[in-house]
């Protein structure tokens, strides 16, 4: 999926963690990255922490587990009803996917469609 693994990343002396030179923008899916029982009932309760929905985040770094499987160091939002909080943490790779922001119009037009 990321297999741009090349210049654009070192490896951080202090924890040997892949980091990103750069930032790269993802969609996390908190689906994935917090499956939730299939056999037990939804109930909503819209006060709670949201991690069923797909977010925008920013990929910082690789690591691996100690089974060998990869995770990405992210920061992405969680929502808790109103609230919004920005996070750190390791992502399965399997939640994350790589997102295309599509540009502002005004930074391809000289700012004449303000």
């Known amino acids: 999926m990321f297999d741009d693994r090349g210049p654009a990343q ?4 202090r924890s040997g963690a892949l ?3 750069e930032v790269k923008r993802v969609w996390v899916d908190l689906a994935i990255a917090y499956p939730r029982p299939t056999e037990r009932p939804v109930r909503p309760v819209p006060e709670g922490v ?3 929905s797909r977010v925008p985040g920013e990929l910082l770094a690789w690591r691996r587990t100690t089974t060998g499987e ?3 160091w992210v920061c992405l939002p969680v929502r808790r009803g109103e609230e919004i909080r920005y996070v750190y943490q390791y992502v399965v790779a399997a939640a994350l996917s790589p997102r295309e922001d599509v ?3 005004r930074s391809h037009d000289g700012g004449r469609n303000r």
Do not use: F, Y
């Open 10 to 13: 070192r490896r951080n002396d």
């Open 19 to 21: 980091q990103r030179d």
């Open 50 to 52: 949201d991690l069923q």
């Open 70 to 72: 990869w995770v990405g």
């Open 103 to 105: 540009p502002d119009k």
